[in-house]
């Protein structure tokens, strides 16, 4: 399919401002489904890093949804016109925490468009900029990248594995399976149909089962992090997913902290040893 990187760079600039309530219900929810023991939010408490991605949520009419569960192509993003869209990643900054009970901004902007040729056709990058804003000015800065690809064709050779790390100071086990992608993608009303519906996931999209979010991981890798440094102080973390993660086989959240220093080296270990998403978080 062509992909004409020009008219899409037109988008280049366009931003989207959405405003929101810091509630707490959503929090209590991303608690229960982490089976974490979590005391009742209660106003002022600070919202966990990551933990903002449950507000600001794409609130798209059933009749604007594509094939793919997502929004139709055109609107705030640009219309690739490719059938698969994916958070490949982000970079976040924290310059102080959000608080439950506030009133909250988010202004959008896409900051870059790129393409490149992949093993089965283009790809092509969009890199979305978000600044989060509350009373006092911004909090929370979050580049996220969004990727877009075809479907894969029979015969396509599967990207090259790349081996996780062996070596780390903490690990936990995770069991994903269609109740908690369920609950994930309900809280953060993503429609995507590769987190819930297996056929769709299997017959159109070519995977082997239902496929872990992204942020779910990164959100379960800070989650590690905090439940062995219990005061640490995130200022910036940043994620890429490398490999996708499916409900069929658990995974391994790993980490370790290389001379008790500020930096935290976090990643998620697919059974097969494949590194399935890395992370770097940075202590204030």
């Known amino acids: ?27 209590q929810a991303l ?27 794409p609130l798209h009419r059933q ?34 925490n959000l608080r439950v009970g506030q009133a909250i901004t988010r202004t959008s902007r ?37 990727v877009y690809r075809g479907d894969p064709g029979p015969g396509v050779a599967a990207a090259p594995m790349r081996p996780a790390p062996l070596e780390q100071d903490w690990i ?22 590769i987190h819930y519906d297996r056929r769709y996931a299997t017959e159109v999209a070519g995977y082997p089962g239902l496929v872990v979010h992204g942020p779910l991981i990164a959100t379960l890798l800070l989650d590690l992090l ?20 499916f409900d069929v086989e658990p995974f391994h959240l790993c980490g370790r902290r290389p001379d008790e220093g500020r930096t935290a080296q976090l990643w998620a270990r697919r059974a097969d040893g494949a590194l399935a998403v890395e992370a770097t978080a940075i202590l204030a």
Request: glycine content about 8%; hydrophobic content about 40%; charged content about 25%.
């Open 172 to 193: 936990r086990k995770i069991c994903p399976d269609e109740v908690l992608l369920f609950r994930y993608s309900a809280l953060t009303f993503n429609g995507h149909r």
């Open 226 to 245: 905090q439940s062995h440094l219990p005061g640490a102080t995130v200022s910036r973390f940043a994620f890429r997913a490398v490999k996708p993660t």
């Open 1 to 27: 399919m062509d992909v004409n990187l020009d008219e899409l760079k037109q988008w280049i600039g366009r931003t989207e401002t959405l405003e929101d309530l810091a509630t707490a219900t959503p929090l």
């Open 110 to 146: 896409i900051v870059e468009i790129t393409g490149k040729a992949g093993r089965s056709g283009p790809l092509v990058f969009v890199r979305v900029r978000h600044e989060i804003k509350d009373a006092a000015g911004v909090a929370v800065i979050d580049e996220h990248d969004i």
């Open 31 to 57: 608690s229960a489904t982490l089976d974490r023991n979590d005391p009742a939010p209660r106003p002022g408490d600070a919202v966990p890093p990551c933990w903002h991605w449950l507000y600001f949520l």
């Open 63 to 96: 009749s604007e949804l594509g094939p793919d569960g997502h929004s139709k192509r055109g609107g705030f993003l640009p219309p690739v016109p490719l059938s698969q869209r994916m958070w490949a990643g982000s970079r976040l900054e924290f310059l102080r």
